[in-house]
């Protein structure tokens, strides 16, 4: 009896081991299956999740292109058509003609004078809405202010100079300062007029290499073909010339002046003839500007036109008299019909003031003259100027030592620059005026004709330099022309 007892105790114990193992491991299985299950599910989740988020950012990008094909068709118009403000909602089908989602846009339209848009794009997927991603878009079209310097002539630019941008010439370009960025010329070759010799490279300098200094004014051999190759001289040019290149449209560039006028009489302000020598303006920060009838101009005794210079004079106000102050328009179009003395600050404008007489008469085009500092408050593309004359764009006999100029210059026929003031001796007398210090330059210069603040002798501005603005680029003055009519993605950013 007791070992059949034994026997049946062992026989429990062994079924009681087995069934406490067959209990864990079924737990083990249990938890890890449940887990594998977890992890799948999880997993399965995650691709949903990350189709859907591909699927936001597919909507969204189809917003960006859906209102570039629109702006395509409809170049000014930032209220997708409807009138009314944003935020612009579109189903978006798949190929079975199905709705896939939407997306929802909002456009933020450029600043007068600017073509630079703004579209931000909320992808929504029509399976799970609360996912949505956000791209920010800036599309533009492109200005023709993309130069430090442009010309429609030989150009000479002698020591002292320093520019900071491309520079281009339709003609030849003589550079004896510093230059950081690319020059630039649509010939391969010509005769420098300013000494006698072989014609020599299109871009070509005079300065001598180093360890030597200064220029050598004849001619310079190792700057002339056919025999010598293009020397890199990164001494002057940091970054490089290349020649030749496609001439630049300098009548596309040079703004339609007629148009201007028209625009300025309809929303800007229009000033008609001063019945005398012109109009002063003065920019101020309150988006406003003051306005002079100029009555007469310094006559120094003895100061005289020794070069025979057209169109010389001191360009100096002597007289004038207060007319009225007047707000920066709209449009930011202020147009004279007469010669036009600006200086002044701004602070968060945008304006353009432009100088001319219609029918257009050659012996009687109108100059804008700045003798004293025009500048900017805020460097970041808020403020911006445009001077475009259809003559001359000067700085007269009476002009600050240290002269500073933020603004786009445009001379449509005439050249950027300063005329000839004779020192003192054999009769001529301009002095203290006829030497300046320096000339700062932030913009650009357009110039029909060769352009100068300075000359061999010493006289005008010792120091020229000239930086370019690359927010004229995308946000040139109002009217200034662009390249074409295609707006370009600049910038591309995911908010969300």
Request: with cysteine; charged share 15%; glycine share 10%.
């Amino acid at each position: 009896m007791n070992s059949k007892f034994n026997y049946k105790r062992e026989n429990l114990l062994s079924r009681g081991q087995l069934l406490v193992q067959v209990i864990v491991f079924s737990t083990i299985a249990i938890i890890i299956i449940g887990g594998l299950v977890g992890w799948a599910g999880t997993n399965i989740k995650a691709s949903r999740l990350s189709l859907e988020r591909e699927r936001s950012i597919q909507l969204a990008e189809a917003g960006i292109d859906y209102y570039r094909w629109h702006l395509a068709h409809a170049q000014t118009d930032y209220q997708d058509g409807t009138g009314v403000p944003g935020p612009y909602v579109h189903d978006v089908l798949d190929k079975d003609g199905d709705v896939a989602g939407q997306f929802s846009l909002v456009v933020t339209p450029p600043i007068v004078g600017s073509t630079k848009v703004r579209i931000e794009s909320t992808g929504i997927p029509i399976n799970n809405p609360q996912i949505g991603r956000k791209i920010t878009v800036e599309f533009a079209i492109p200005s023709l202010a993309k130069y430090a310097v442009v010309a429609n002539d030989n150009m000479r630019f002698g020591l002292g100079t320093e520019i900071f941008g491309p520079v281009h010439s339709n003609g030849g370009i003589r550079f004896d300062g510093l230059t950081h960025n690319i020059m630039t010329s649509s010939l391969a070759t010509y005769n420098d007029p300013d000494h006698v010799g072989a014609v020599e490279f299109g871009v070509h300098t005079h300065v001598n290499p180093p360890p030597g200094s200064g220029t050598t004014d004849p001619f310079r051999p190792l700057e002339a073909p056919p025999t010598n190759p293009v020397q890199s001289r990164p001494d002057v040019f940091e970054i490089g010339r290349q020649f030749p290149v496609p001439a630049e449209d300098f009548v596309g560039l040079t703004s339609n002046l007629a148009q201007i006028k028209a625009d300025a009489q309809a929303s800007g302000r229009y000033l008609a003839s001063s019945g005398s020598q012109g109009y002063q303006i003065i920019l101020k920060t309150n988006d406003t500007f003051d306005v002079y009838r100029v009555t007469s101009q310094i006559n120094q005794s003895g100061c005289t036109n020794s070069q025979s210079q057209s169109g010389w004079g001191t360009w100096s106000i002597n007289n004038r008299v207060f007319v009225a102050n007047y707000a920066i328009p709209a449009n930011g179009l202020v147009f004279v019909e007469d010669n036009a003395w600006v200086q002044g600050t701004i602070n968060s404008a945008r304006v353009t003031i432009a100088a001319g007489r219609f029918p257009d008469n050659p012996s009687n085009r109108p100059n804008i003259i700045v003798n004293n500092d025009l500048l900017y408050t805020n460097y970041d593309g808020q403020d911006v100027i445009g001077l475009i004359s259809q003559g001359h764009v000067h700085v007269g006999l009476v002009s600050d030592t240290d002269l500073r100029i933020d603004a786009a210059l445009v001379a449509q026929n005439g050249r950027v620059g300063r005329f000839y003031y004779p020192p003192p001796g054999g009769g001529n007398n301009c002095g203290p005026y006829h030497v300046r210090n320096s000339i700062t330059l932030y913009g650009m210069i357009a110039t029909n004709i060769r352009y100068g603040f300075a000359y061999t002798n010493g006289n005008g501005y010792q120091i020229r330099n000239i930086n370019y603005d690359a927010n004229l680029l995308y946000g040139p003055p109002p009217t200034f022309p662009l390249t074409g009519d295609q707006y370009q993605i600049i910038s591309w950013e995911e908010v969300r």
